[in-house]
């Protein structure tokens, strides 16, 4: 009996071990994720960047699967394949003589955090998609069709027909009237309105029109979103003392497809909000600046956030949340030092 007692006593502090271990473990794990969450959204010194409607080439963010990729090839031997029940190809200056305009659109990586870097606004010189694909569809029925985007580095992704067909979606060959640097897309690449970067392929070569309803991309066979839809945000770009003792904030915001409304900037952390100056053209897929004078009435440290709404007031998301899978949302914060 008594080594039966023993046994029994040792699988009981054992037990008694294990549930520690667990409680341990499982309070270990949502602290790491709470303090994961402070460092991801807490209130950061401001960057204090020049605030610009247009991005420089050089400036302009990139996010490559392979970011030492350089397409090996030259204009005038470049082709572009399209795919549909018409197939044809076109040439470089075949692709430049087609109906063109200049396009103001931003670019935002899907993993941007709440007033990061990764966006950026051009200007860029591009022909209408729809055509394009109308000349390959020929008599295809429309319903349940994907548009899929080859490009040369092997990355791929896929869209409805309809938002390929969007009249905000084009080819674009020039960006900020240079042709396209390398980094971005020569000879060239899609520009998709209202979704992330992450959907729309540089250095393209092949646009194919597939039956295939549920035809998933590069990133979307990783786990990100599908659809993709831009989350609107407001960016803090400075706060530069003036020599009247007043404060210049400015910043950028966006709001996808739709036109941006109103930006609102708070200066003791949300407790109250006032109206900014939009000082860009307000465009669709595009992003505006804004500016606002702010006078404080102590010394000391400030924490500073900015909001967005679109035409039709319908305001971002406040609620924080990481970019995986579908981008982040949230207020972006900054910490001004008076």
Not at 61 to 81: C, H, M, T
Not at 88 to 97: I, P
Not at 199 to 204: A, C, F, G, M, N
């Amino acid at each position: 009996m008594a080594l039966f007692d023993s046994i029994n006593q040792l699988n009981t502090e054992r037990r008694r071990t294990n549930r520690r271990r667990f409680l341990l473990g499982g309070i270990g794990a949502i602290l790491s994720y709470f303090g994961y969450r402070w460092y991801y959204f807490r209130a950061r010194a401001i960057a204090n960047r020049v605030t610009k409607f247009l991005t420089p080439n050089h400036e302009f963010y990139a996010v490559s699967i392979d970011e030492g990729f350089r397409p090996n090839v030259k204009q005038d031997e470049w082709r572009l394949e399209i795919v549909g029940q018409n197939s044809f190809t076109l040439s470089y200056d075949e692709l430049l003589k087609l109906p063109s305009a200049n396009v103001h659109k931003t670019f935002i990586c899907v993993g941007n955090e709440p007033g990061g870097p990764a966006m950026g606004n051009a200007v860029w010189t591009a022909t209408p998609l729809a055509p394009i694909l109308e000349k390959a569809l020929g008599a295809m029925p429309r319903a349940n069709l994907r548009v899929v985007f080859h490009a040369l580095d092997g990355f791929y992704s896929s869209v409805p027909l309809e938002l390929a067909m969007n009249s905000l979606s084009w080819i674009a060959y020039h960006m900020n009237g240079e042709p396209l640097p390398v980094k971005h897309g020569l000879p060239a690449r899609v520009l998709l309105p209202g979704i992330y970067g992450m959907k729309q392929p540089r250095w393209l070569n092949k646009i194919e029109i597939t039956k295939t309803p549920w035809f998933k991309g590069y990133w979307e066979t990783r786990g990100y979103c599908d659809e993709c839809k831009i989350k609107m945000t407001a960016r803090l770009d400075s706060a530069r003392q003036q020599k009247d003792s007043t404060w210049l904030v400015t910043g950028v915001a966006l709001c996808g497809t739709e036109t941006v409304g109103t930006v609102e900037v708070s200066f003791d952390n949300g407790e109250t909000w006032q109206a900014a100056t939009i000082t860009s053209e307000k465009l669709p897929d595009a992003w505006v600046t804004w500016q606002i004078n702010w006078k404080p009435e102590t010394k000391g440290e400030y924490v500073l956030s900015a909001r967005v709404a679109d035409t039709t007031g319908k305001r971002q998301i406040e609620r924080n949340s990481t970019s995986f899978p579908s981008g982040s949302t949230g207020l972006h914060r900054t910490t001004v030092t008076v």
